[in-house]
C-alpha cells in the first residue's frame, strides 16, 4: 500500500508540474504571437517603403529615356513625380533635359515642380533653353517656371538659350519676358 500511495503522490507531482508547464508554455505563446504582430506590420512597411523606392527610381529611369506609357502608368501607382536622384535630378529635369516634351507636360499636369533644381541649381527651363526646345520651355512657362531664376553662376535660361545658339527659344523667352 505504501508504494501505492508514493507512486500515486509521484503521478500526481509530474502531472501538476505537466499542467502548470503546459500553462506557461500556453501564456508564452500566447505573448509570442503577439509580439509578432507589430513586427510583421513593421515588415510589411519597410517592404511597402522599398516598393515606393523602386517605383520612385524607375520614374526617374523612364523620364530620362522619355517612356511616356510607363511615365503615365508609374504615376497612377502613386510615385513621387518631384523625387530625386543622388544628384538632385528630377524626373522633370530629365525629361526636360532630353527634349521628352510629353514626359514634361505629363509629369507638369501630375503636379511636378517646374522651379525645382538639380545640385549646380539648374532649371528645367534652363535645360530646356540651353537645349533649344522650344515646345518644353513655352509649357514650363505656361506651369510656373521663374524666367529669372540664376544657376550658381549667375546664369539665366535666356542666357543658356543665347549661349546654345538657340533663337526661336531667345525669342520665345524675350516675348515671355517683355509681358
Known amino acids: 500500500m505504501n508504494i501505492f500511495l508514493r507512486s500515486s503522490n509521484f503521478l500526481l507531482a509530474c502531472s501538476l508540474v505537466l499542467s502548470f508547464s503546459n500553462n506557461v508554455y500556453a501564456n508564452n505563446l500566447s505573448q509570442s504571437t503577439e509580439s509578432i504582430k507589430p513586427i510583421n506590420s513593421q515588415i510589411k512597411q519597410i517592404n511597402q517603403e522599398k516598393t515606393k523606392q523602386n517605383l520612385n527610381a524607375q520614374l526617374l529611369i523612364a523620364a530620362q529615356n522619355g517612356n511616356i506609357k510607363e511615365v503615365r502608368s508609374l504615376i497612377s501607382q502613386a510615385t513621387d513625380v518631384n523625387v530625386?536622384?543622388?544628384?538632385?535630378?528630377?524626373?522633370?529635369?530629365?525629361?526636360a533635359m532630353n527634349g521628352h516634351t510629353d514626359v514634361v507636360r505629363v509629369l507638369l499636369v501630375s503636379g511636378a515642380n517646374p522651379n525645382t533644381r538639380n545640385k549646380y541649381g539648374w532649371t528645367p527651363l534652363m535645360w530646356a533653353a540651353g537645349q533649344g526646345y522650344g515646345e518644353i520651355v513655352r509649357s514650363l512657362i505656361a506651369?510656373?517656371?521663374?524666367?529669372?531664376?540664376?544657376?550658381?553662376?549667375?546664369?539665366?535660361?535666356?542666357?543658356?538659350?543665347?549661349?546654345?545658339?538657340?533663337?526661336?527659344?531667345?525669342?520665345?523667352?524675350?516675348?515671355?519676358?517683355?509681358?
Do not use: C, F, K
Not at 510656373?144 to 543665347?162: C, H, K, V
Open 143 to 179: 506651369s510656373g517656371a521663374r524666367l529669372n531664376a540664376q544657376d550658381r553662376n549667375g546664369w539665366t535660361a535666356i542666357m543658356w538659350a543665347w549661349d546654345g545658339n538657340h533663337q526661336e527659344t531667345v525669342a520665345i523667352l524675350r516675348s515671355v519676358a517683355n509681358n
Open 84 to 95: 530625386r536622384d543622388e544628384y538632385g535630378w528630377t524626373p522633370l529635369l530629365w525629361a
